[in-house]
């Protein structure tokens, strides 16, 4: 394990935007209902039951989007640390991966009663593939450090 060392600016700005995207889920979610309910019943004809779907699945993936970040704050620590390329570097990019598609998924379902929430789906699966591919990438690098390590 190496030791800490002092972190990038480009490291505390993405912590920051985390952190405060973080903070901001909760608030996003009080006002989320009347505004979701407000721009729906006047733009889109759509069901009051199918709002009522519409900002459950918006909560869910709400939620979902908290954990990513959760996931991203442990994964700046790591990378603070100076030990990046580890297997739990990797767990925790596919743990995001997985989480990132997940939100696919309930876009998927979104879009049953809202197409346009489709377009989402697209942009997160393939996303979370993306990071899916990253995290088998640190997992390589990973075991190329290990075996570099107990080189002599």
């Not at 199918?50 to 990513?68: E, N, Q, R």
């Not at 297997?87 to 309930?106: D, K, N, T």
């Amino acid at each position: 394990m190496t030791k800490s060392r002092k972190p990038r600016l480009s490291m505390l700005l993405s912590f920051a935007a985390c952190v405060l995207c973080l903070v901001a889920i909760p608030v996003v979610m009080l006002r989320l209902p009347s505004t979701a309910t407000k721009y729906l019943s006047e733009h889109e004809p759509i069901l009051m039951e199918d709002i009522t779907f519409i900002i459950a699945m918006l909560y869910i993936g709400m939620a979902i989007a908290a954990a990513v970040l959760v996931l991203l704050i442990l994964l700046l620590r790591v990378a603070h640390k100076g030990s990046i390329f580890t297997p739990v570097s990797g767990r925790l990019v596919l743990a995001i991966a997985l989480l990132v598609i997940a939100e696919g998924g309930v876009f998927a379902l979104l879009g049953l009663v809202y197409r346009p929430a489709l377009a989402i789906t697209v942009v997160a699966v393939t996303m979370g593939l993306c990071f899916t591919v990253v995290s088998q990438v640190l997992r390589e690098a990973a075991a190329l450090k290990e075996e570099n390590d107990g080189t002599i």
